[in-house]
């Protein structure tokens, strides 16, 4: 699960995604087709919750999606057995069977009804419903990599009429010849959904990989409204990062703490419900105070309002709270 953290963020892909309406008889009408430049990052909150984001030609809107309904996440629906979210699904090993003529291990999940589901919402007008998911995983016994995932809702959504939603995803290796590496990535994902008796069919396929700053001729850009760090020295380095709402503006400031790896770059999203929760432009101040020498922490604020952030090294910093 680490390793396919650390591969989703490493390449930049070409997402095609196809739409269909579904009749009451099953029949599809006539398909729907966006083509996008793809990109994903992932942060880790305080407690340990990932919060994913996907940009497609550039943009995290979610109205570029066909038909008004975004499907987002998908690549990484996987991570429901990393250690931080595997303990809200009971799993049962079904045996070794196959999957594509190859072995797998068949690995069954679902929802426990006292664990919150952190997997996958659907929002409606800044509502979210959490979908509580039933499936099956195909694990290679030689990589442990996931080779495919299947889930549908354990029950329907009755307060938003989402009686049915089923989901397919494959992943495999994919070569990249100009560095000799082999990565897992996400190739392909089938969705199919009734929400109030409207019934639809969603195809996403990933193609074109390429790894960042190695076959992409085009610099990736840090992601908008957020506030990024790099550690260019050869150690560990731990800070807290402390952001200031507008003066006037009664919004909470917000205090993160966190360890770069040598040679990491982290970016802290801002927004709602995301690292820094605050809206973009009620942002006023930041500092990032760190235990490391002077040069070693570069940082910068990728803010609407261009609020201003100040890097300080060679902090004592407070031991956490537990």
């Known amino acids: 699960m680490k390793e396919l953290v650390e591969n989703l963020q490493k390449v930049d892909a070409t997402e095609r995604v196809e739409h269909f309406d579904v009749d009451a008889a099953g029949s599809r009408g006539k398909p729907e087709a966006r083509t996008f430049d793809y990109i994903m990052t992932i942060t880790r909150s305080k407690t340990g919750e990932f919060s994913l984001e996907e940009y497609r030609n550039g943009s995290a809107d979610p109205t570029q999606f066909p038909a008004k309904i975004a499907t987002m996440g998908l690549s990484a629906m996987a991570l429901l057995l990393h250690p931080t979210l595997v303990s809200d699904f009971d799993l049962s090993c079904e045996g070794l069977g196959q999957w594509d003529g190859r072995p797998a291990w068949q690995i069954h999940f679902a929802q426990r009804s006292y664990r919150p589901s952190r997997i996958e919402t659907y929002a409606i007008a800044k509502s979210y419903y959490p979908l509580p998911l039933k499936g099956r995983v195909w694990i290679d016994p030689t990589s442990y990599q996931v080779r495919r995932l299947e889930s549908q809702l ?75 760090f790099k550690n260019v020295s050869k150690h560990d380095i731990t800070g807290i990062l402390n ?58 604020a990728k803010v609407v ?18």
């Open 154 to 228: 354990v029950e329907p959504v009755a307060e938003i009429g989402f009686t049915q939603y089923y989901m397919a995803i494959d992943y495999g290796p994919v070569q990249f010849q100009t560095r000799k590496q082999e990565l897992w990535l996400p190739l392909d994902a089938d969705v199919y959904g009734e929400l109030r008796g409207h019934r639809f069919y969603r195809r996403h396929t990933l193609s074109n990989f390429k790894i960042f700053g190695v076959e992409s001729t085009e610099q990736i850009q840090d992601p908008q409204e957020s506030y990024c």
């Open 305 to 322: 309002n261009a609020s201003a952030l100040e890097v300080i090294p060679e902090s004592s910093l407070a031991p956490s709270k537990p």
């Open 243 to 300: 952001v200031s709402p507008v003066s006037g503006i009664s919004v909470k400031a917000v205090s993160l703490r966190f360890t770069l790896s040598p040679g990491q770059n982290v970016c802290k999203l801002i927004g709602p419900g995301k690292d820094v929760n605050m809206p973009p432009n009620e942002v006023g101040s930041a500092a990032f105070m760190h235990n490391g020498p002077a040069g070693s922490i570069t940082g910068e």
